[in-house]
């Protein structure tokens, strides 16, 4: 379980997060709200990349207090903005393994099953052997998401993993989040694409102001309109079409 309590955090001179309370313990969580509400930093607060006040524990450890390793056992993370670094997909799927290597760094068989296994979910195995220079931007996302599952990391911390992924993609994005879900990985997600998170999410957090001002299921926020009118500026409303890709659909506040 991730736990915060009166935890403040932020960079010099700016304060961004306040949360005086904050559990995080299983299913998909999406974590919603404006550009600069603070949701990329409560990840990276998380993570230890942001110094922070208070208490922030995960499975009863201070995740800036372990080596890097440890730290990497534990949570995997995928930004925004990701490199592109000269190497094929596999290779970069390959790196996920690192925190579970001895100090050989050689690739056992359970290593290299664990990237075929991270290749196969992502949707990368047939481009596993192609260099990421020549992927398109979507392609490059879901390589890299590769390589955070092959991490085998009991929390992963997705920073908008959507981005630059069309439709089709979206819909399989999703699902490769619900089978990482089902298999016991607790995801936490910072997205804008609303209709998708409320689609896949087991759990909203609404950040307005580094703060949480709703917590609850998709259904539970969608009842409190004003409550996403504050965070967001906008309304949803349930799809009329049960066959819709989403169940629940923008609306004008």
């Known amino acids: 379980m991730i736990c915060l309590r009166n935890v403040s955090a932020g960079y010099p001179g700016r304060p961004v997060l306040s949360i005086p309370s904050l559990d995080l313990s299983s299913g998909i969580i999406t974590l919603a709200g404006e550009n600069g509400s603070g949701k990329s930093t409560l990840l990276k607060t998380i993570l230890g990349l942001v110094p922070h006040a208070g208490s922030l524990l995960v499975d009863e450890q201070d995740p800036s207090a372990l080596q890097a390793k440890k730290r990497a056992a534990l949570l995997a993370y995928l930004p925004q903005e990701n490199p592109v670094p000269d190497m094929t997909v596999r290779m970069l799927a390959s790196h996920g393994r690192f925190s579970r290597m001895n100090f050989s760094r050689r690739m056992t068989a359970a290593d290299l099953a664990a990237v075929n296994s991270a290749l196969s979910l992502a949707g990368m195995k047939e481009l596993a052997d192609r260099n990421l220079a020549t992927l398109s931007g979507g392609e490059r996302k879901r390589a890299w ?14 920073d908008e993993p959507g ?7 979206q819909q399989e994005l999703g699902e490769i989040l619900r089978s990482l879900r089902d298999l016991g990985h607790t995801i936490l997600l910072a997205s804008h694409d609303l209709p998708q998170s ?14 949480i001002i709703a917590d609850g299921s998709p259904a539970d926020l969608v009842r409190q309109p004003e409550l996403l ?25």
Do not use: N, W
């Open 198 to 211: 409320f689609a896949i999410s087991d759990r909203i957090c609404l950040i307005k102001s580094g703060t």
């Open 163 to 169: 981005a630059g992924l069309d439709v089709r993609h």
């Open 145 to 158: 998401l590769a390589m955070v599952i092959a991490q085998d990391a009991p929390y992963l911390l997705l």
């Open 229 to 253: 009118e504050q965070g967001l500026h906008l309304h949803l409303i349930p799809a009329a079409d049960p066959d819709s890709l989403y169940p629940y659909l923008l609306a004008k506040s």
